[in-house]
């Protein structure tokens, strides 16, 4: 039987040092719960904050590489690696999945093994509660300062 071919993709800020032995480690201990893989490539983006989606020069090679049929599964370490949008992660998976061939994505940190139009929509459903706990957390930051506020106005005043 023929191994299942897997390559990984992380993004680092602009900056760190990108630790390449550290993570084929990390890589291969993670894959060693499994039979018959093999790590093919670990495609690596350095980037600044906000970077442009055009900038990911390693994801494009990635997607390439894809569409070549080098690997079956990516490997991705948290949505955070694909994109900071929530939205452009998904754009991302699923164009990871599309044609020609497709490859199944797992997104280590949230546990999502996107390899169907149902994980796919399990991983839309992740991201609508990731939105709405980041919203609820600005939300909930913003009343605790106009509450400290409020009551700091409250006894200065004559």
Request: proline fraction near 3%; include cysteine.
């Amino acid at each position: 039987m023929a191994k299942l071919k897997v390559a990984a993709y992380v993004s680092f800020p602009k900056g760190k040092d990108v630790p390449i032995e550290k993570l084929r480690r990390f890589f291969n201990l993670y894959l060693d719960d499994y039979q018959d893989v093999e790590l093919t490539e670990i495609y690596i983006d350095v980037a600044g904050k906000g970077y442009s989606r055009g900038e990911k020069i390693a994801y494009k090679q990635l997607l390439a590489d894809k569409a070549a049929g080098k690997f079956d599964v990516v490997l991705v370490p948290a949505c955070s690696h694909l994109s900071r949008c929530y939205v452009d992660t998904y754009q991302d998976v699923k164009t990871l999945m599309a044609e020609p061939h497709p490859v199944a994505v797992n997104l280590m940190h949230e546990n999502i093994w996107v390899n169907s139009e149902e994980k796919l929509m399990a991983l839309q459903l992740h991201i609508t509660v990731m939105e709405q706990v980041h919203y609820l957390g600005k939300n909930a930051s913003k009343l605790r300062k106009l509450y400290r506020t409020a009551n700091q106005s409250k006894g200065t005043a004559s």
